[in-house]
Structures are given as structure tokens and as C-alpha cells.
């Protein structure tokens, strides 16, 4: 396989390539197979440390002890690592073992390459829906998390590091904050742009109800946590501080914010098909991706 092999944008009516695939190609050609998986490498592994460094931080600086567990901001910089840790195993798995399906033999090396490679797009499944949820909320829930910091919580000063205090008190607070509540959208939307060939979704309507799941679920996850520490992740969630009228509208006002930055990923999504269409008619674009 060649080191540049990207994808082919066919309609997206049609059946092309398993969206696990996709994962691991780059929309554009000036990024190879060997440079997509040393870039994934580099921001899983950025990813990981940073979060570590980010729970670091809000348990010794921040005393939130089990909070953390609670707090919306650190669950969707979980799932931003987790995702960036599958993509990147898939990506080297597929550059290095792409055939890994033909072999016959099951020995112990055979069963790992496939346990670690892209699964097979299955219909019966819905493996390829539930993946694609899963790849939008990895992406889009970052974007939430930066809205809601710097257009609620810091005009509000609901925040433990106020907008004043957040610069010449350490470089740890300032890498806390801007990696948190910044550097994650960036690194999302440099997904979006640049390592992924994951197309619009076909069946918007399923990621929009499945999207609202989980912010519900994380509403109901929040209400736990406050029962176990007695506080909330999101000052607008507790219905001591603003009343349960209050409360119950920030809910569905959380789960339509969510159903928001989806669409907009998903546009995001749209233009960058669009320009790697364009760049595709000027030899600048998708080549076909070996079956």
C-alpha cells in the first residue's frame, strides 16, 4: 500500500468504503499513511498526557476530588482520548496489517491483529451507526464544553479560575485552562478537517436522537454525582442554586446545545467534502483506496 493512499469521495448515497476505513485515511493526499499515523500518534499520546495533567490539576489546585468523575468537561476530554487512541491503533493496524482478514491461520498474532484492526462494517449490527454517534460526539462535545465555559460560565463568574486569574499565576493554571477549554476544539476541528475521511452522516435524525441521549444521560450521571458529592459539574443543573423551573429549562437547553454544535460539525463536515471534490478535479485530492 502506498504510504499517500487516500480515499475516493463517491456519492454519498451510495456504498463506498466501511466508515472504520475512513478513519484511517486522510481526505487529503499530502497526507500519507505514514505521516497520518505518526500526527495520530502525537495527538493521542498529547491527549493522554494532557489529561492527566488536567485531573492533576483539578484534584491537587482545584480540591474536586470525585467531581471529576461528574464534570462534562472532563468526560468529553475522555472521550476525545479515547477516540484519538482508536483511530491511531486502527491507522497503524491498516498501514501495517491490512490484510489481515485473509489469513486462515488463528494463531495468537492473528487474533490480536484483528482485535486491534478496523472491525468489518456489519448492516446487522449497526456497527457502523453506533461508531459514527460515537465519532461525532468525540468531536462535537469539546466544542460544547468551550461554548459553555467561555459564553456562560465566565460572564457569569461561575467558574473556579475567574477570567482575571486565569494568566500570570503559574503556566500550569494557563495549560490547564486553555487546553481544556481551547486546544480540545482545535484538535477537533483538525480532526474534522484534516486526519479523517468520515463522511456526513446519512441517517442525521439517528445521530441527533443519540446525540440528545447521551446529554441526557449525562444530566442524569450529573444528578448522581451530586447525590454522591453534593455538588454539580454545571452550576445551571442544580435546582437549589436556580430553582427548578430554571433547572429544567438549562436541561433542555443543554441537550439542544448539543444537538447544535452536532449540525455544525456536521456542516463543517459538508465543507471539507466540498473542498476535497474540488481538490479532487485538480489532481489534488482522494486517490482510491485499495480494497
Known amino acids: 500500500m502506498s504510504s499517500s493512499t487516500a480515499l475516493l469521495p463517491n456519492d454519498r448515497k451510495k456504498e463506498d ?20 499515523v ?15 495533567m488536567i485531573l492533576d490539576y483539578e484534584i491537587k489546585r482545584n480540591e474536586h476530588g470525585w467531581l471529576i468523575v461528574f464534570e462534562f468537561s472532563n468526560i468529553s476530554y475522555f472521550l476525545q482520548v ?49 461508531f459514527s454517534i460515537f465519532y461525532y460526539a468525540a468531536n462535537s462535545f469539546p466544542h460544547l464544553v468551550t461554548a459553555i465555559h467561555w459564553l456562560i460560565l465566565i460572564p457569569k463568574e461561575q467558574t473556579t479560575i475567574p477570567a482575571d486569574q486565569i494568566f500570570g499565576h503559574g503556566w500550569f493554571r494557563e495549560f490547564f ?8 476544539s482545535v484538535i477537533a476541528l483538525i480532526e ?5 475521511s468520515i463522511k456526513r452522516a446519512d441517517t442525521i435524525w439517528s445521530h441527533i436522537f443519540g446525540t440528545t441521549a447521551l446529554s441526557l444521560f449525562y444530566v442524569l450521571w450529573a444528578y448522581l454525582g451530586h447525590h454522591i458529592t453534593g455538588k454539580f459539574g454545571y452550576y445551571f443543573l442544580d435546582p437549589e442554586q436556580v430553582g427548578w423551573d430554571n433547572a429544567s429549562a438549562s436541561i433542555m437547553a443543554f441537550a439542544a446545545g448539543s444537538d447544535v454544535v452536532f449540525v455544525i460539525v456536521y456542516l463543517l463536515t459538508g465543507v471539507r467534502e466540498m473542498l476535497t471534490k474540488n ?13
Open 17 to 36: 468504503h466501511p466508515i472504520f476505513l475512513r478513519v484511517c485515511h486522510s481526505p487529503w493526499v499530502m497526507i500519507g499513511q505514514k505521516s497520518l
Open 82 to 130: 479515547l477516540y484519538h487512541w482508536i483511530a491511531f491503533i486502527w491507522t497503524f493496524m491498516h498501514l501495517h496489517y491490512p490484510h489481515h482478514g485473509s489469513q486462515n491461520a488463528s494463531t495468537a498474532s492473528t487474533r490480536m491483529q484483528r482485535f486491534f484492526s478496523p472491525p468489518r462494517q456489519h448492516n446487522s449490527t449497526n456497527n457502523r451507526t453506533w
Open 38 to 52: 505518526a500526527l495520530r500518534f502525537i495527538t493521542a499520546g498529547y491527549l493522554f498526557i494532557s489529561l492527566l
Open 279 to 291: 481538490c479532487e478535479h485538480k489532481s489534488y485530492g482522494y486517490t482510491s483506496l485499495p480494497q
Open 177 to 184: 485552562v486553555i487546553n481544556k477549554f481551547g486546544v480540545s
Open 192 to 196: 474534522i478537517f484534516a486526519f479523517s
